[in-house]
T-cell receptor, first 113, second 111 residues
Framework: DVKVTQSSRYLVKRTGEKVFLECVQD?????MFWYRQDPGLGLRLIYF???????EKGDIPEGYSVSREKKERFSLILESASTNQTSMYLC????????????FGDGTRLSIL | SQKIEQNSEALNIQEGKTATLTCNYT??????LQWYRQDPGRGPVFLLL?????KEKRKERLKVTFDTTLKQSLFHITASQPADSATYLC??????????FGAGTRLFVKA
């Protein structure tokens, strides 16, 4: 079974802090994704990566950056956290072909105070 | 831009009945459409994928239809059980690696 592991289930940070969310997958998948999920809005794509050191902006990249130094690890960085970044963050991975299903971690519920 | 609409109201049904959830999309028809299940506090889990040239796909008690004329997919759970209670998300590929997800419909199955 594919396992996508997110480093924290719950995280509380302060406004202005630099925040790192880590995600690791164990299935040698090429593609990795970061979403945020807010009530009534569904999942919104922040960034994705289709190879090591490659990244593409999603629909809402402002205020975020990512890093993919190794194939299995994809990190999301909030450069200077703000209260409107309080949300559920979900990481996913998928095989190379675009029609492959995405496998999700269980999310990090991030609160910015 | 491509949008997905799922019924935001929760669906309440009695155990043993068939649950039917709707996914409507705007603009162009995607090459394929996916359905996921999400339980509270967990990430979505993939259930089924249907391609544009497939009218219907089945997996055990699940059935998905895809009508490119109506720009709609229907997701059916037959002989529903309380364990089927969850939020169900529709997703479609917009080209390349990007997938957009609907906000989901919450299903409650009462015993």
């Amino acid at each position: 079974d594919v396992k996508v592991t997110q480093s924290s289930r719950y995280l509380v940070k302060r406004t202005g802090e630099k925040v790192f969310l880590e995600c690791v997958q164990d299935m040698d998948h090429e593609n990795m994704f970061w979403y945020r999920q807010d009530p009534g809005l569904g999942l919104r794509l922040i960034y994705f990566s289709y190879d090591v050191k490659m990244k593409e902006k999603g629909d809402i990249p402002e205020g975020y950056s990512v890093s993919r130094e190794k194939k299995e690890r994809f990190s999301l960085i909030l450069e200077s956290a703000s209260t409107n970044q309080t949300s559920m963050y979900l990481c996913a991975s998928s095989d190379r072909l675009s029609n492959q299903p995405q496998h999700f971690g269980d999310g990090t519920r991030l609160s910015i105070l | 831009s491509q949008k997905i609409e799922q019924n935001s109201e929760a669906l309440n049904i009695q155990e043993g009945k068939t649950a039917t959830l709707t996914c409507n999309y705007t603009n162009y028809s995607p090459a394929y459409l996916q359905w996921y299940r999400q339980d509270p506090g967990r990430g979505p889990v993939f259930l089924l994928l249907i391609r544009e040239n497939e009218k219907e796909k089945r997996k055990e008690r699940l059935k998905v239809t895809f009508d490119t004329t109506l720009k709609q997919s229907l997701f059916h759970i037959t002989a529903s059980q309380p364990a089927d209670s969850a939020t169900y998300l529709c997703a479609l590929n917009t080209g390349g690696f990007k997938t957009i997800f609907g906000a989901g419909t919450r299903l409650f199955v009462k015993a």
